[in-house]
T-cell receptor
């Protein structure tokens, strides 16, 4: 039973560029949440997708956008990258937006902006 | 808004020592409380949880008790092992809101 798969595992981008990160949820899960984890900090909620719509959003600017596909996989897009966007981006999947049966986290994508 | 405060790390212990990582929270309503663990190069794994006051969550020798009167959920283990070295995150969730995490506490256990 595959867990949450994220790609790529690492990438380096230049300030001002755009990046797309991808997430495949655990089998049977239909909801995807994205978190940003800066070095030495706890994960911060970016947004959540369910039924191909953004359901909840954290305190992140519009440069951060996302999408969910009919197969429940999801993308996180970040435009006009800043040095401060360097972080580990975590995807978590759940059954339903409430996640009452728990969340399963992927290993993350390490983004470095130079 | 909701928030979690946990003790600053790093925490360095010898094998078989007793572990306590303090966690306090601020929340409206009655949140569920969680401890997650992050091993090097990996994502977060749920370690244990408690959903109401006085509940005790336990797993792999770790335990934490939901204390409503002190708004705390301290993590304890009686005898740590080298394999317990990781970063531990306290978290809460109120209703259908997203998980809110503390900053994490790095634990290093030396043989």
């Amino acid at each position: 039973d595959a867990g949450v798969t994220q790609s790529p595992t690492h990438l380096i981008k230049t300030r001002g560029q755009q990046v797309t990160l991808r997430c495949s949820p655990k089998s049977g899960h239909d909801t995807v949440s994205w978190y940003q984890q800066a070095l030495g900090q706890g994960p911060q909620f970016i947004f959540q997708y369910y039924e191909e719509e953004e359901r909840q959003r954290g305190n992140f600017p519009d440069r951060f956008s996302g999408h969910q596909f009919p197969n429940y996989s999801s993308e996180l897009n970040v435009n006009a990258l800043l040095l401060g966007d360097s972080a580990l981006y975590l995807c978590a999947s759940s059954l339903g937006p409430g996640g009452r049966e728990g969340y399963t986290f992927g290993s993350g994508t390490r983004l470095t902006v130079v | 808004g909701d928030s979690v405060t946990q003790m600053e790390g790093p925490v360095t212990l010898s094998e078989e020592a007793f572990l306590t990582i303090n966690c306090t929270y601020t929340a409206t309503g009655y949140p569920s409380l969680f401890w997650y663990v992050q091993y090097p190069g990996e994502g977060l794994q749920l370690l244990l949880k408690a959903t109401k006051a006085d509940d005790k969550g336990s797993n792999k020798g770790f335990e934490a008790t939901y204390r409503k009167e002190t708004t705390s959920f301290h993590l304890e283990k009686g005898s740590v092992q080298v394999s317990d070295s990781a970063v531990y995150f306290c978290a809460l969730r109120s209703g259908n809101t997203p998980l809110v995490f503390g900053k994490g506490t790095r634990l290093s256990v030396i043989a």
